[in-house]
């Protein structure tokens, strides 16, 4: 249905009537032109795309990723598993002095702390309980016993690095992953790991072409 509104009383009769179609939508009246809005009409919820952002608490921070870890020796490349040998098999004669080889045949010799740049095999001796250096090549063994993971694949620190606890969440060690630490520490460095949120004691890194790039502790 169309309507047309008149023209109020004063105008003069030349000026014509202008109507506006509403669309008869359930029985809605035509609006003319210069009615006042209707400040009763409930307000539209067409505001364009939804752009309201989620919640804050809604997001959660990313768990800490879990590396894989390898118990397989075989799996190492040969250049990787030859130094491993050899270095285990220095260490296993009692003798420190028997790394001397292994370090100069390096590229680069091994970092095994801030105050190696002197004799490295005698600051070995410093790290060690004995004076002889014989409890350092047992920790060695150890480290290079355990399992391992590949870490920073693709960049020029990339290694294979032994415990790896040193890269593992140490508050998500399962109870026989804890057995294996306690090989390398005690109870009570546990509980000092837990609470700085790290492995800090020693480790042991060899590059995927067999260079011995380091052998210290901290984290």
Do not use: C
């Not at 004063?10 to 400040?39: C, K, L, M, R």
């Amino acid at each position: 249905m169309l309507a047309a509104w008149p023209v109020e009383q004063g105008f003069a009769a030349a000026v014509p009537t202008q109507t506006i179609t509403v669309p008869d939508t359930n029985g809605a009246a035509e609006v003319p032109p210069d009615a006042p809005p209707d400040t009763n009409a409930a307000p539209s919820n067409d505001n364009g795309p939804d752009t309201a952002t989620p919640d804050a608490d809604t997001t959660s921070a990313a768990p800490a990723e879990i590396p894989t870890v390898e118990y397989d020796f075989s799996k190492l490349p040969a250049p990787v598993q030859r130094l491993r040998e050899q270095i285990i098999a220095a260490a296993e004669t009692g003798d420190p002095e028997k790394l001397r080889t292994i370090i100069t045949a390096q590229h680069e010799p091994p970092d095994f702390g801030p105050s190696d740049a002197g004799d490295p095999i005698g600051y070995l001796k410093l790290q060690s309980g004995d004076s002889e250096g014989r409890e350092i090549l047992a920790i060695l063994i150890e480290v290079l016993e355990a399992g391992y993971v590949h870490v920073d694949v693709g960049t020029p620190d990339e290694v294979y690095l032994w415990p790896y606890f040193a890269r593992y969440p140490i508050d998500k060690l399962s109870p026989p992953q804890l057995v294996q630490l306690f090989k390398l520490v005690y109870a009570g460095d546990y509980e000092d790991m837990l609470a700085n949120g790290v492995y800090d004691y020693f480790r042991a890194g060899i590059s995927p072409d067999g260079q011995w790039k380091f052998f210290t502790a901290g984290d």
